[in-house]
């Protein structure tokens, strides 16, 4: 199942919800999530010239393209994150969004138990359910 919570992001005073999937394994040196290219557009990306970078996963290379900087916060029913400015990619034929680590801890977000989808916020001892996959596929 994974753990995946709701997430806002925001670029340029428009914000758009979505379900995430958080990512232990995605190691990033900085706050970075995965946005799928449907909704980089909705965010008002410009997608033409993207610059291409070559990220390791598991087993083998992908070219990753560098959206820009957004802005993400998880909302849960009854709390909600500081928004984080992070490093927004994308790699084609991934249709959901993606939290790194390193955007993982600076929202506070810890997984307890990842098959089951159960996540808390930092220093809180009420358990929380995954919310339901979104993908964006054109």
Not at 87 to 110: C, F, M, N, R, W
Not at 114 to 137: A, D
């Amino acid at each position: 199942m994974g753990v995946r919570v709701l997430v806002e992001l925001k670029r340029n005073n428009r914000v758009v919800s979505s379900a995430a999937l958080v990512n232990s394994g995605y190691e990033a040196d900085e706050p970075e999530l995965h946005v799928p290219l449907a909704l980089a557009r909705v965010l008002g990306f410009k997608l033409e010239g993207l610059k291409g970078e070559r990220y390791k996963v598991v087993g083998a290379e992908v070219t990753t393209f560098i959206l820009g900087e957004v802005e993400v916060r998880v909302r849960a029913e009854d709390k909600v994150s500081e928004w984080v400015k992070a490093k927004a990619v994308s790699v084609p034929g991934e249709y959901e969004v993606i939290l790194s680590d390193a955007i993982t801890e600076q929202l506070g977000v810890e997984i307890l138990k990842p098959r089951t989808g159960l996540w808390r916020f930092v220093g809180e001892l009420k358990v929380r359910k995954s919310v339901e996959e979104k993908y964006w596929v054109e």
